[in-house]
């Protein structure tokens, strides 16, 4: 019981600092969830967040795969509302007052001003993404990956290709490399 | 996030008393607004959203089903929303979604539709978990895990550099930006201490020089 109340009020939390949406805030989840609470390792942070791109809906309920591995299914329903109640319920209260402010200087503001933050925050992501990534592999294996990885990220930066397909077609070449 | 979208321009709608929406006359494209849907088939419409949306690319899918395909809400209302959705903490289909929802069908709709887009991904990732927590131990799944990992951390890595790309100009930020990003992954600083040291400033700055300009 203690652990799907501490999971709801973790990512109930995580969620108010996402600002950038959900991925800028990856790499404060990962120290959370790994270091923190010590709920699961690294690698099977990796390992959620990585089968989470193949369940439909949005990319960020990976959070309740995180939930399911610690408590069930109470858990994986405690981390994924947790992690978008409280900012639906922000979204929905400042709906009303969105056309007045929306042609302010505050908006603005904020808008261009969190940009940067938000951007080096999301790299942020990826490298622990990536640090997770090269703890599980060595030698030659892990410099494949890494060519498997870039090409990747020039596939989906250059073409419109749905993601779910470049983690399926990628991850066959990634699992060919580790078992070759 | 400043990211670009393409705005579809259509015409201004009506609004009634209340602020429940009434169909329009026939826009530019030459279809009308449909009437608002009922609770149930606002739910039904989510939930399929919610269950055959997969790569996480939602915001055009919502559009196509929103917009185009039920005609429920104008091109301009969709573009209002997603600027919003973006703009507000947390994440953006989810905000786009209880947004759409509250406008067609108020608090009971949107809670619905909140109900709708998360559980196929709760349940879809219950399935993941499961796999993972007994699988975890197989050598070959192992291998295939980190094989799928690196296509994973490829995907992420060039969401990253497009969304780098369309919200970095100019050195200011760019700095800012390498700041936060040392100070979170190398330095291990909390999120909230880092959106306060580099994110706060830089919004009083950028509002600092719209008081200027305008005065």
Known sequence: MSDIVGLFLTFAGLSLLAVGGGDSILAQVERDVVDRHHWITQAAFVHLYTLGKLAPGPSTMYVAGIGFFVDGIGGAIAAGVGFVLPTSILVFVAESFWQQWRGTQWKSAIQLGLAPVTSGLIVAGVFALVSAQVSQVQGWKLVELAVLSIYIAVVALRTRINPAFLILG??????LVMFV | MVVPIRLMSRGPRKVNESGAMEPTAPRDSGSALQAPPSQAELFWAVLVIGTTCF???MTGFIEKVFVHDKAWVSGEEFFVSVEMARVMPGPNAVNLI????KRLGGASGAALAFVAIISPAIAANCLMGELIS?????PAFSNIIVGFGAAAVGLAAGGSVSIVRSSLGGFVPILIAGAAFVAV???HLNVLAALLIFGLPTVLGYLYMARRRAA
């Open chain 1, 170 to 175: 990628g991850g066959a070449v990634g699992s």
């Open chain 2, 55 to 57: 790569g996480g690319a």
């Open chain 2, 98 to 101: 209880v947004l759409l929802a």
């Open chain 2, 134 to 138: 007994r699988l975890t131990y197989s």
């Open chain 2, 185 to 187: 992954a190398i330095l």
